[in-house]
């Protein structure tokens, strides 16, 4: 199994070009989510996904789209980067252990730069 | 809504000493609670978890975390550290759905 993978490992964007994320997983996972890591600011929440053609907003929604067509992808698209996007994005997919609990996977992340 | 509070963003501390992290929640709903470790240049992975009965939890690397319901807390700690143990380390809390938010991190150091 190769868990979650995402691409590309970094990334670097002028403002205002587009990209996407990509993220998949293996593990037959209904629930996946992106996360952003910025210094002193933890993880938060962008966007997730309960399952295929179903997503929601997080805590920080504003810049990003995703879509979840099939049980297994789950991309984030910047649709005109910005400056204040420069982070490092997690895709983490959500499994139940066998206590029921949702843990969660992480991708390995990747590192977009906006100038 | 849930929120989770890191006290401490920073914690240096000399090899073989013990170290408590510390990490308070807020939930109007019965939560799960989590502690996720994040090495240099790496990816989040789990350290341990607490679902319900004992209110001990222990994890991996000898790490645990005791949950207080009272006080909304759920602090990490391990008797000896080592200078492995140098990360960034995360409490996290989700309900019975999937959503899970983070708390702001601490950086342990590790120091010979």
């Known amino acids: 199994n190769a868990g979650v993978t995402q691409t590309p490992k970094f990334q670097v964007l002028k403002t205002g070009q587009s990209m996407t994320l990509q993220c998949a997983q293996d593990m037959n996972h209904e629930y996946m989510s992106w996360y952003r890591q910025d210094p002193g600011m933890g993880l938060r929440l962008i966007h997730y996904?309960?399952?295929?053609?179903?997503?929601d907003q997080g805590e920080v929604p504003n810049g990003y789209n995703v879509s979840r067509s099939t049980t297994e992808d789950f991309p984030l698209r910047l649709l005109s980067a910005a400056p204040s996007q420069t982070s490092v994005y997690f895709c983490a997919s959500i499994g139940k252990s066998s206590s029921g609990a949702n843990v969660l996977t992480f991708g390995a992340g990747s590192r977009l730069t906006v100038l | 809504a849930q929120s989770v509070t890191q006290l401490d963003s920073q914690v240096p501390v000399f090899e073989e000493a013990p170290v408590e992290l510390r990490c308070n929640y807020s939930s109007s709903v019965s939560v799960y609670l989590f502690w996720y470790v994040q090495y240099p240049n790496q990816g989040l992975q789990l350290l341990l978890k607490y679902l319900s009965g004992s209110t001990l939890v222990k994890g991996i690397n000898g790490f645990e975390a005791e949950f207080n319901k009272s006080q909304t807390s759920f602090h990490l700690r391990k008797p000896s550290v080592h200078i492995s143990d140098t990360a960034e380390y995360f409490c996290?809390?989700?309900?019975?759905?999937?959503?899970?938010?983070f708390g702001a991190g601490t950086r342990l150091f590790v120091k010979a």
């Open positions: 996904s309960v399952g295929a053609g179903i997503t």
């Open positions: 996290a809390v989700s309900d019975e759905g999937f959503k899970t938010i």
